[in-house]
């Protein structure tokens, strides 16, 4: 009896070991096509997290596990990565998380005969809440500007999932707490005062970007030489306010 105990408890340990090694494995890989950075959970935390169970009857593929949580960094001096335009994928930035979320799909199912299922971007479209499904997987925080405060980029990322028919290692826990002391300039920084009740609103942050919207830039089309690309700039004052990480 005993002996049987120790025997599920080693096959646990080496179970927990596997899925630590393979998640490291993705997450290398991720990193060596381009993300800034990576991170797995398991399905079963990230429908834990307030947006996902709140909304209830999500539709995750038959057979989905884990997430792989992909992040790119959007620096300040490349504000253009940000620039929405009529084209597909929308924003420079989207673009490339894209084509890395199908380059590491063709990765897994050939190299480790993974399925994977890529996320859309929007939730009503069968897309998952990104900025929690950062925090089951480890990357960050969610701030008081309401977006997710990584350690090592603060909030100036762009996020994007993966979902795959194995179990991963759920890489929630992270211990920051950017925070707890700042004097929240983000939240002086909305030019819409979303912040004003105490917490995010919504319908005043939509107001600014609709304004954006209403507003748009003419960039130059590099193949015609002309003014001819029209994008908008959605205002970040809340994520480029941020102190976290310069
Ligand atoms: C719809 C949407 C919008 C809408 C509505 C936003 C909203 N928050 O309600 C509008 C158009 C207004 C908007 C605005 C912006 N958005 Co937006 N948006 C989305 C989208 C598609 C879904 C988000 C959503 O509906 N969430 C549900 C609502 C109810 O949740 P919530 O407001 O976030 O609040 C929850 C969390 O804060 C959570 N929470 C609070 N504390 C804690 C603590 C823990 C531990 C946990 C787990 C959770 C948690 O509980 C709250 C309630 O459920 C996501 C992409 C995606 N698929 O996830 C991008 C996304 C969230 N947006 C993003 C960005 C950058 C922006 C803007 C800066 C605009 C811009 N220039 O892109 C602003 C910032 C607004 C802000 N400060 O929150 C990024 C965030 C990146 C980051 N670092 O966090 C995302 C992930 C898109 C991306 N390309 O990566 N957005």
Redesign the pocket.
């Known amino acids: 009896m005993i002996y049987g105990i120790h025997h599920i408890q080693g096959l646990d340990a080496m179970q927990r070991q596997d899925r630590e090694q393979l998640s490291d494995r993705i997450i290398r890989k991720a990193l060596s096509l381009g993300a800034s950075l990576a991170g797995t959970a398991a399905i079963r935390s990230i429908q834990c997290?307030?947006?996902h169970?709140?909304?209830g009857d999500l539709k995750w593929p038959e057979g989905a596990r884990s997430a792989v949580i992909l992040?790119l960094h959007h620096p300040r001096k490349e504000p253009s990565l940000?620039w929405w335009d009529q084209r597909a994928g929308k924003?420079p930035?989207?673009r490339k998380l894209t084509r890395i979320v199908g380059a590491l799909g063709e990765w897994l199912k050939g190299e480790l005969a993974i399925t994977a299922f890529a996320?859309p971007?929007?939730?009503e479209d069968g897309?998952?809440?990104?900025?929690?499904?950062?925090?089951?997987a480890g990357l960050?925080?969610?701030g008081r500007?309401?977006?997710?405060?990584?350690p090592r980029f603060g909030?100036?990322?762009?996020?994007?999932a993966l979902l795959v028919d194995i179990d991963l290692q759920d890489g929630g826990g992270l211990e920051f707490d950017p925070c707890g002391v700042c004097p929240a300039p983000?939240r002086q920084a909305c030019p819409e005062q979303?912040f004003g009740s105490g917490s995010?609103e919504?319908s005043r942050?939509?107001r600014q970007?609709e304004k954006d919207q209403r507003n748009p830039y003419r960039i130059l089309d590099i193949g015609s030489m002309t003014y001819s690309i029209e994008c908008i700039k959605?205002?970040?004052a809340?994520?480029l306010a941020c102190p976290v990480a310069g």
Request: glycine share 8%.
């Open positions: 997290t307030p947006s169970r709140s909304a992040a940000d924003t930035g989207n996320v971007y929007w939730v897309g998952i809440f990104l900025k929690e499904a950062g925090v089951s960050g925080v969610i500007n309401n977006l997710l405060i990584t909030p100036r990322v762009r996020l994007r983000c979303a995010y919504r942050c939509r970007l959605y205002c970040r809340c994520e």
